[in-house]
């Protein structure tokens, strides 16, 4: 017969079960929109950095080795690097990426705060081949050329041409606008607004060497720039490696000089360069100060065997939906053997219909994907388009995956259909043999408790994320906001500052380097009376209104004497970690003195007076890093001041404090954030991470309960003589859906009983990552658990009640 | 024509059928009579290649169709055999022409010849004004006039009807039992019917009683 025949035949049994036919198909879009929707995620992840057009020889060098106790293992390398290696024989191409600190940008009519301005070289555009949108990558080559995103066009210039506009920075240079690039894409380690040639910056610091940003020229120790290579064809990471081993003792001894002139001992520093594939970053990268956090395979892992599972799942569904109902098609396959259909054709036919349902699912799916994506890659923190996603290839591969799945799922009915003997088929009873109930049973149980499990998941991810929230930080988030200093002139500043004062909402207000939500960079200091070791410590600089505004209590000793303070010696505090590494209590007396300063005469001394509260920095997920706190009054030092308002009176102190921005430093937006909003940052990765696992615990509970309805309705099937007969016998209807669900009970039990040790044990291995946790009680399974059982029931039931009506009435 | 020697079957430790031996010639209508139990049906089924004899062979032709490979059988089962059942066992989600053309097309006659010859058919039985109608629109004397039509579509040697008459008030039986008669003398048909109406069985050429699985007459 004909294909279409079996299509035809196809939409005809489709309208005659309708309703069974839609919940099959619903069951068999979802799970194909879900399996498509974790498919792009992991085809997202593997494909970072392989957009460059030669992205198989771009590589990253990066640094390790020893400095003292400390171990080495950055992302970033010395600046000098890129001179030394663009000698190299195998290389093609050095380019180099310096990120800037946040800055204002200026220009004609523009006046903006920029935090995603990087300094690169001018031979950057031949490595990384982005689209130039306007201008070209020819005249990049000149020294004060700036590339910037279309992004950033389009925000700081709207439909206007930026191409010839000159860009000003706080230091002086003055950039002339070249090109204009597509923004990078989202499946890149790399990510800028501003691209800067990195030249005219070089020679400024050459000039000034007064300048801090200097020092970075020429300094082996000195790790801030992101070295890329592109290799010859044919030279790969381990012929690099061995060009580079032969040309060590040159590296050397330029290190060494190097250290020697930064008064380094070169026995105790060792620095060693490695490279890495540009594709292997996001993954595999295991270095510290990425340019962007990258992920963990296991993540991939977890999401390819979450994508099995559900592909799994929507097969079985599918199976289990197509012959709950078995007996009505018995009688079509009875008649068609008895007229010759082969089992061969049989089989043909059921694996045709099948493939059909799933292309039919794989478009409604595709619908649901293109509704799903934004908020999917909310959640995800992704940027997938569906436009993006549906290009040639990938449409093929869906194809096939639809394909595959109609197969896969149109299998198992197929050849259970055409096996059927029939004489016995014509009469519509059902002949399934026990261990094939008892393995459907098995299944239902078996996704009752994946779903169980994953429903307790989420809901201690959700009590462990409310825990990480009010737990104590070290500062009181209520009330208080941060202000961004860092946007505009001294004098303005200061003038802001002096008039805070006079807000009446105002409850204290101070001023640091650092506030919660930053990364405090480390600083090598060593014991005054113990110069042989090198302790690493966060370092902050403070006003004495800090610890007040942001509600930090002093645990012991007192607070910083400004007055004491003179150029050689301050007085310092330290946090109870740095305490506790230093072995410090408050009845000692302690000094530090900062390594690596100007010249030995110029050693600073820094006696330790008190110990401060932990103040988290980035959550109490991660242990508190030992701190020192020195005092800085000076407004163009430190970056933030902290406004703690009196209690009840925020929004009018925010609102004052906006006025008051707008009054003394107009040319500026007010960067104002909210403490709180800063402390829910820390737990955005948990937060993510719970509402992934919720998510698919409600993917899961949906796709359980269609395998719960098909279970139910194919017990029905099952003992449909045995109901008939009882009900013939005048049993009340109540006994009837008792007879007919009693085995779907059991297993639906068995499923919940399965998922508390599997659970028990998920959670805790979960919560093992984290410092502190919540005090897993009995109704954090309770909950989960009985929901997951009333659900089933419920679904059962209903299911179940309506086939027997159905059985008996017809 | 059709030949059935020293057929057994046993079920489990129940022997159904004891050594049966059965002819039918061609154009012949033969009943096979019995109370429930007696073996009529196993033996229709063993006739009609749906199930093997555990002795015994079938010809039917000459071909001794439980040695042929279960593809060649089905198609020897398409050509050459029809099945009437007790409930018609029309397809519900197909129309009575589409019904009566099913086993020309599973055949793999073109749709338009198994059309005109279904078309023909059911005319032949009365049922012209009704062919575009789905079984669920058709009385229960025209859904078993259908379901002979499609027993017939692709002229076998044999049908084998079980119980037909069983689901049909006594006008109908009677239509039916005239019909075969009718279908004998126009296309010169042969017809194995079980039945356990007596009234039916002595309208035809021959009966055969069985009981216990054997043949008592």
């Known amino acids: 017969m004909p294909i279409l025949t079996f299509i035809r035949t196809f939409f005809r049994n489709f309208i005659l079960n309708r309703a069974y036919s839609l919940l099959t198909l619903i069951a068999l879009s979802i799970g194909i929109a879900v399996s498509l929707l974790v498919l792009i995620y992991v085809y997202y992840e593997l494909s970072y950095d392989r957009n460059w057009s030669d992205s198989g020889n771009i590589y990253r060098a990066y640094s390790f080795g020893d400095l003292g106790d400390d171990k080495i293992n950055s992302a970033s390398t010395p600046s000098v690097l890129g001179t030394v290696l663009a000698r190299q024989e195998g290389v093609e191409e050095v380019t180099r990426v310096i990120p800037g600190t946040r800055k204002v940008v200026r220009g004609e009519g523009i006046k903006s705060m920029e935090s995603s301005f990087f300094y690169v070289d001018s031979n950057f555009f031949e490595v990384f081949d982005l689209p130039f949108v306007s201008g070209n990558k020819d005249d990049f080559k000149r020294p004060d050329a700036i590339v910037i995103s279309l992004s950033t066009s389009q925000r700081l210039f709207g439909e206007r041409n930026p191409i010839g506009e000159t860009l000003g920075t706080q230091l002086g240079v003055e950039y002339v606008i070249v090109g204009v690039v597509g923004d990078f894409p989202g499946n890149s380690h790399l990510s800028f607004d501003f691209a800067a040639n990195w030249c005219s910056l070089e020679l400024l610091l050459r000039r000034r060497r007064d300048l801090p940003q200097a020092a970075m020229l020429d300094n082996w120790l000195y790790l801030n720039t992101y070295t890329y290579l592109k290799l010859a064809e044919g030279v790969g990471e381990e012929a690099f490696d061995k060009l580079l081993a032969e040309a060590r003792h040159k590296l050397d001894s330029s290190i060494v000089s190097s250290y020697i002139s930064q008064q380094e001992d070169p026995g105790r520093v060792s620095l060693n360069i490695g490279i890495q594939p540009i594709h292997d970053i996001h993954l595999f990268s295991e270095l510290e100060n990425e340019l962007k956090p990258p992920t963990s395979p296991l993540y991939v892992k977890v999401f390819t065997i979450i994508l099995l599972f559900v592909l799994l799942m929507t097969a079985l569904n599918f199976i289990n939906l197509t012959t709950a109902k078995a007996s009505r098609r018995y009688k079509e396959v009875a008649v068609r053997k008895y007229f010759g259909a082969g089992r061969r054709k049989l089989i043909y036919q059921f694996l045709i219909e099948a493939i059909v349902y799933s292309l039919i699912a794989t478009f409604v799916a595709l619908v649901m994907v293109e509704l799903l994506l934004p908020a999917f890659n909310r959640v995800f923190d992704i940027e997938i388009s569906s436009a993006g996603f549906i290009k040639q290839p990938d449409t093929i591969w869906i194809l096939v995956l639809t394909m595959l799945l109609g197969i896969t799922a149109g299998a198992y009915p197929a050849v259970f259909f055409s096996g059927l003997k029939p004489q016995v088929a014509i009469k519509g009873s059902m002949k399934v043999k026990r261990w094939g109930v008892v393995l459907r049973g098995l299944l239902v149980s078996f996704q009752v408790g994946l779903t169980a499990c994953l429903l307790v998941l989420s809901f201690g991810m959700y009590k462990q994320l409310a825990f990480l929230r009010s737990a104590e930080h070290g500062f009181n988030s209520d009330n208080a906001v941060v202000v961004d200093l860092d946007s505009s002139e001294e004098d303005a500043l200061e003038q802001f500052v002096v008039k805070l004062e006079s807000l009446e909402e105002l409850a204290f207000y101070g001023r640091g380097v650092y506030v919660p939500g930053d990364d405090p960079g480390l600083v090598s200091f060593r014991r005054s009376d113990d110069s042989t070791q090198v302790l690493l410590l966060a370092m902050n600089h403070i006003d004495e209104g800090y610890l007040d505004a942001l509600g930090a209590e002093l645990q012991a000793g007192r607070r910083i004497d400004a007055a004491k303070n003179n150029e050689f010696r301050q007085e310092a505090l330290i946090n109870e970690a740095a305490a506790d590494f230093l072995g410090f209590s408050a009845k000692d007396t302690m000094s530090l003195e900062l390594v690596g300063g100007r010249s030995s005469d110029d050693i600073q001394v820094f006696d330790i007076v008190g110990v401060v509260a932990n103040i988290s920095h980035t959550g109490i997920k991660n242990s508190d890093r030992p701190m020192i706190f020195l005092y800085d009054d000076n407004t163009q030092d430190v970056r933030y001041v902290v406004i703690r308002f009196k209690e009840g009176m925020s929004a009018s102190g925010v609102e004052a404090l906006t006025l008051l921005w707008g009054n003394t430093v107009s040319d500026m937006h007010i960067e104002l954030s909210y403490l709180n909003e800063i402390k829910e940052g820390f737990y955005k990765d948990d937060k993510r991470f719970s509402q992934i696992s919720l998510m698919f615990g409600l993917v899961a509970l949906l796709l359980t309960a269609f395998s719960i309805i098909s279970m139910a309705a194919f017990e029905v099937q099952y003992y449909r003589k045995n109901i008939f007969i009882r009900s013939i016998m005048a049993a009340p209807f109540r006994n009837l859906l008792l007879y007919g669900l009693r085995n779907f009970c059991l297993y639906v039990a068995l499923g919940i009983a399965a998922a508390i040790p599997v659970s028990d044990f998920l959670l805790h291995l979960w919560l093992d990552d984290y410092l502190k946790s919540f005090n897993v009680s009995l109704y954090v399974f309770i909950i989960p658990l009985a929901s997951m059982l009333l659900i089933s029931l419920f679904a059962g039931f209903l299911t179940a009640s309506r086939e027997i009506k159905r059985e008996l009435y017809s | ?217």
């Open chain 2, 1 to 217: 024509m059709v030949e059935g020697k020293n057929i057994s079957k046993s079920f489990g430790d129940l022997q159904v059928l004891k050594n049966i031996d059965i002819s039918i010639a061609s154009g012949e209508i033969v009943t096979i009579l019995g109370a429930s139990g007696a073996g009529k049906t196993t033996l229709l089924q063993i006739l009609g290649s749906l199930d093997k004899p555990d002795k015994g062979e079938v010809l039917i032709k000459g071909s001794s169709i439980h040695r042929l490979s279960e593809s060649s059988l089905a198609q020897f089962r398409n050509k050459n055999i029809g099945f009437v059942f007790q409930f018609h066992q029309l397809l519900p989600e197909f129309t009575a022409l589409e019904n009566c053309m099913l086993p020309a097309l599973i055949g793999g006659v073109n749709k338009k010849d198994a059309g005109s010859k279904a078309k023909e058919l059911l005319t032949f039985l009365s049922l012209a004004d009704r062919l575009e109608h789905k079984p669920s629109e058709l009385s229960g004397g025209e859904k078993q006039r259908v379901a002979v039509a499609r027993a017939l579509i692709n002229d076998p040697v044999v049908v084998f009807a079980d119980e037909p008459s069983g689901n049909l008030d006594s006008k109908n039986q009677e239509e039916l039992m005239s019909l075969f008669v009718s279908l004998r003398e126009r296309f010169h048909q042969t017809f194995v019917i079980v039945t356990h109406d007596r009234h039916l069985a002595s309208q035809s050429d021959r009966t055969i009683n069985m009981k216990d699985g054997l043949i008592v007459t």
